[in-house]
Structures are given as C-alpha cells and as structure tokens.
C-alpha cells in the first residue's frame, strides 16, 4: 500500500525555537497533503491543506504565521512551527492523498512535539 | 451540532466477541466513507473505504453505510486482543479534500 513517512517522529525543543517536520509520500506522488493535529484523547484537527507549488490553505484559527508550510515537490511537504510555545505541545500528523480519483488518505506515523 | 458524532467509548469486550462501532454525521453531501485504526502514538491507518451506501467487506472487517439516516457502522467479528485500538471513521465529500473525523472510538480486547 502507500506509504508516508515522517521525520522526525519525536522533538523536544526549548520555547522559542523553531521546529521543521518532513512530510513524504514513498511510493506515490502527492499533489495534496494534509497538516492535522491531535492533543490526547482528541480527534485529528485538520490545520492546513498544502497542495504543490501553490500556497497552503489554512483552517480558521490556525496562524499561517506561525505554522508555515511549504509543498516543495510532489512527495515531500514541510511544516515549521516558529516560535514555538509550550501550548504548541502535540503530536502532528501529515497525510496524503495519492490523486488520480482516489479519495483515501494514507497517513504519516506521526510526530511528537513537546516544548518546554 | 457537529459535523461528524462519534462516542469516543471506551469499549471492552471479550476475544472472539462481534464489535459494532459507529458515527453519525449530519452532513448529507458527505460521499466518501472511511474507518481508521489508530494505534497509540502511532498514525490512523487505513482499514475501509466505502463509497455512498452499501456495504463492504474485508476479512474480519465489514463497513455499512446507510445515507438515509447518515449512519455509517464497522462491524469486527472474532475480535482479537491486537484489535484494541482506537477506531477513528472519516469522511468527505470530494476527492482530494480533507476528511472530516469522528472524535474515535476506543477500543479493548481482552484475551
């Protein structure tokens, strides 16, 4: 099946610091990705869909400032979390979707991002 | 109202016992259906994709969709210890656009 991958799966970084999390598609090319995140015992939030070589749509409430992604190829997206505050403490999860009609997503295994 | 209700358990049963999960959603333009298993601190992975009503089946695995009363169901038969997960269903309307999830149903096999 397809397989996305992430990297890196767990970072700890002090507060203020910047944090960059890799998105990449395997074995197939992505034209769409998305960004979620879950906070325990929570559903997945979409944040932010990120398509190649064009601008990532964020979701209300997401600062675009503040997580800034970029679509660089059709297999790999990235998500930095600038300035990173405590409260921006999560597991991050990408996801996508293989295009040519198919409406599933494969998901990446996560990453896990504490700040202190 | 939200768009996709799903009671986030927890649910335990026996091994061998038949699982019923299920969500509600209220949204009737939703097409696309899927269930995910989401293991802890792990990311959802993919177990069924049905499209608009029917059924499908997948080994142990059968997935229901009833878009008259926007009620989608996964049905587990001879549930086993390595199914305790947390059982997350999604959905969309259009290919290529982010899936709308259930809060996740947790899940627990006891041998």
């Known amino acids: 099946g397809a397989v996305v991958s992430q990297h890196p799966s767990w970072v700890i970084c002090k507060s203020g610091t910047s944090v960059k999390i890799e998105c990449r598609s395997l074995d197939f090319q992505a034209t769409t990705m998305f960004w979620y995140r879950q906070f325990p015992k929570q559903s997945l939030m979409l944040m932010a869909t990120s398509n190649e070589g064009s601008k990532a749509t964020y979701e209300q409430g997401v600062e675009k400032d503040k997580f800034l992604i970029n679509h660089a190829s059709l297999t790999l997206s990235t998500l930095t979390v600038t300035s990173a505050h405590p409260e921006d403490s999560s597991f991050y999860i990408c996801s996508a979707n293989p295009g040519t009609g198919q409406e599933t997503q494969y998901f990446g295994p996560g990453t896990r991002l504490l700040v202190l | 109202q939200k768009e996709v209700e799903q009671d986030p358990g927890p649910l335990s049963v026996p091994e061998g016992a038949i699982v019923s999960l299920n969500c509600t959603y209220s949204n009737s333009a939703f097409q696309y259906f899927m269930w995910y298993r989401q293991y802890s601190r792990k990311g959802p992975e993919l177990l069924m994709y049905?499209?608009?009503?029917g059924n499908k089946e997948d080994g142990r695995f059968t997935a229901q969709v009833d878009k008259s009363s926007k009620y989608i169901s996964l049905f587990i038969r001879d549930s086993q210890p390595s199914d305790s997960a947390t059982y997350l269903c999604?959905?969309?309307?259009?290919?290529?656009?982010?899936?709308?999830f259930g809060k996740g149903t947790t899940l627990s096999v006891s041998s």
């Open positions: 049905t499209y608009s009503s």
């Open positions: 999604a959905m969309t309307y259009q290919a290529g656009t982010a899936l709308i």
